[in-house]
C-alpha cells in the first residue's frame, strides 16, 4: 500500500468575456454639433479680427528753407596750362645736360648739349667754300671793268665784255649759295644747343648724357617742360548727357587723393567741343582753371570733380522721398511734367498739396509754388497693419 499523498491537477479555467455596452446614438449627434460650434466661433472671430480698422502710421520731413544745388560728377587729371615739348632738330651724341627733373628754367636757358664738332667741321668747310667763291666773284669784277674800258675804246671786241659780264653773275649765284650754305651750317651748329623756350619747370627728362639723337624721321622729344606751376588745369571727363547744361564761368569743386581732406576751388574756362568716345562711351573735355599758388597740385593726379550747373540759394524745398510717396487712401492725380503733389499731414489725415517743382539736386526738390509754408511735415512714407499684425511699410 503506497503511502505517498496523492496530487490532483487541475485546469485554470478562461476568464469570462467582459459584458459589451451598447453605444449611443446621441453621442454622434453631440460630437457634430461641438464641431460646428467651434467653426462658427473661429469664423466669427476672424471676421471681427479683419473687420477692425488698420492701425496707420506716417513718416514726415518737414519742408525747410535751404540750398539746392545741382552738380555734374566726373573724374579729370591735373596739368599744366601749356605743356612745352623740347625736342631736337639736329641729330647727334648728348654731350652734356644741364636739366634735371623738377629744374626751373628760363627762356634760352640751355638744358642739353649736342656734340658740336660735326657741325663745326661742316661750318669751316662751307666758311672756306665762300671766302674762294667770293675771291672769284672779286676777280671777274675787275676783269668785267677792264674789258668794258677796252670795248669802249674799240681796243677788244664788245662780245668778251659781254661774256665776262655773264661770268660775273655767275659768282654771285656761286657766292649767294655758299652764303646760304653758310647760315645753313651756323643754324645747325646753334641747335646742338637744347634751349628752354619759355619760364617754367621741367616736368620729364628723356634723354641721358651719351645717348644718341636721331632726328632724321621725327623729332625726338628731350624734355617736358610746364609753364607756370602756379596756374593749373584739370581736364574732365563730362557725359554728353550733363554737358548740356554747362557753361564757361560754372564754378567747380574737385578732390585729389593725395589731400582727401581738401576741397579745390575752380572755374571753368572751356568746354571742348571735340568729343571723345571710348567704348561706345561719348565723353566731351572740360577745362578747369586752379590757382596752385601754394603748388600743392602735380601734373598728372586724378580728380574727382564736381561741376556745379545750377544753384539755388534759401528757397523752399521738400525732400525728394515726399514727392515719390503715394497715398493708399487718396488716388494721386496727374500732373505735367513741372508739377507734382505732395502730402501734408494735417489733423492727423494726408491732404494733397499740388505743386510747381523747380531744380532738383538729388536729395532735394525746390518748390516754386504751391500750398506749402517751411514747418509743414510732409509724408514721405507710411505703415499699416491690422490691430495685432505686422505693419507693412508703403512709400
Known amino acids: 500500500m503506497n503511502d505517498q499523498p496523492e496530487f490532483v491537477t487541475q485546469r485554470a479555467l478562461p476568464p469570462a468575456p467582459a459584458t459589451l455596452r451598447p453605444v449611443r446614438r446621441h453621442s454622434y449627434w453631440r460630437i ?4 460646428a ?10 471676421w471681427w ?14 519742408v525747410s528753407r535751404g540750398n539746392i544745388t545741382q552738380a555734374a560728377t566726373a ?16 641729330s647727334g651724341v648728348i654731350q652734356q645736360l644741364f636739366c634735371d627733373y623738377n629744374t626751373v628754367v628760363k ?4 638744358c642739353a648739349k649736342i656734340d658740336p664738332r660735326p657741325y663745326q667741321a661742316t661750318l669751316d668747310q662751307y666758311t672756306g667754300q665762300l ?19 677796252l670795248a669802249a675804246q674799240n681796243s677788244i671786241a664788245r662780245q668778251q665784255a659781254e ?13 649767294k649759295l655758299d652764303e646760304g650754305l653758310v647760315e645753313g651750317a651756323r643754324l645747325n651748329l646753334e641747335y646742338t644747343d637744347i634751349t628752354s623756350p619759355v619760364d617754367g619747370t621741367v616736368v620729364s627728362r628723356n634723354v641721358t648724357q651719351g645717348q644718341t639723337v636721331a632726328s632724321t624721321l621725327q623729332t625726338p622729344t628731350l624734355f617736358l617742360i610746364g609753364t607756370d606751376l602756379k596756374k593749373m588745369e584739370v581736364d574732365t571727363n563730362v557725359s554728353e548727357s550733363d554737358v548740356g547744361g554747362m557753361r564757361v564761368g560754372d564754378r567747380a569743386t574737385f578732390t585729389v587723393d593725395a589731400y582727401p581732406n581738401r576741397v579745390f576751388q575752380g572755374t571753368v574756362t572751356q568746354v ?30 586724378t580728380t574727382s570733380t564736381q561741376i556745379i550747373v545750377a544753384q539755388r540759394r534759401d528757397v523752399l524745398r521738400v525732400p525728394d522721398q515726399a514727392l515719390r510717396y503715394a497715398s493708399g487712401r487718396i488716388p494721386r492725380a496727374s500732373t505735367p511734367a513741372n508739377r507734382a503733389q505732395v502730402f501734408v499731414l494735417r489733423g492727423g489725415a494726408p491732404v494733397a498739396v499740388p505743386v510747381v517743382v523747380g531744380l532738383d539736386d538729388g536729395n532735394f526738390s525746390e518748390i516754386v509754388n504751391g500750398d506749402l509754408h517751411p514747418g509743414d511735415a510732409v509724408i514721405t512714407a507710411e505703415r499699416s497693419a491690422p490691430a495685432g499684425g505686422l505693419p507693412v511699410p508703403r512709400l
Open 32 to 35: 457634430g454639433a461641438l464641431a
Open 37 to 46: 460650434l467651434a467653426l462658427v466661433v473661429t469664423g466669427l472671430l476672424g
Open 49 to 62: 479680427h479683419f473687420s477692425e480698422k488698420p492701425v496707420v502710421s506716417y513718416s514726415t520731413e518737414t
Open 75 to 90: 573724374t579729370g587729371t591735373v596739368n599744366p596750362i601749356l605743356t612745352i615739348i623740347v625736342g631736337s632738330y639736329v
Open 107 to 110: 627762356p634760352g636757358q640751355i
Open 131 to 149: 671766302l674762294r667763291d667770293q675771291g672769284l666773284l672779286d676777280e671777274a669784277r675787275v676783269d668785267l671793268k677792264r674789258y668794258q674800258t
Open 163 to 175: 661774256d665776262q659780264a655773264y661770268v660775273v653773275k655767275q659768282d654771285e649765284g656761286t657766292v
Open 272 to 301: 571742348r567741343l571735340s568729343p571723345q568716345e571710348v567704348q561706345n562711351v561719348v565723353t566731351y573735355d572740360a577745362v578747369i582753371y586752379v590757382d596752385n599758388s601754394d603748388l600743392a597740385l602735380m601734373p598728372g593726379m
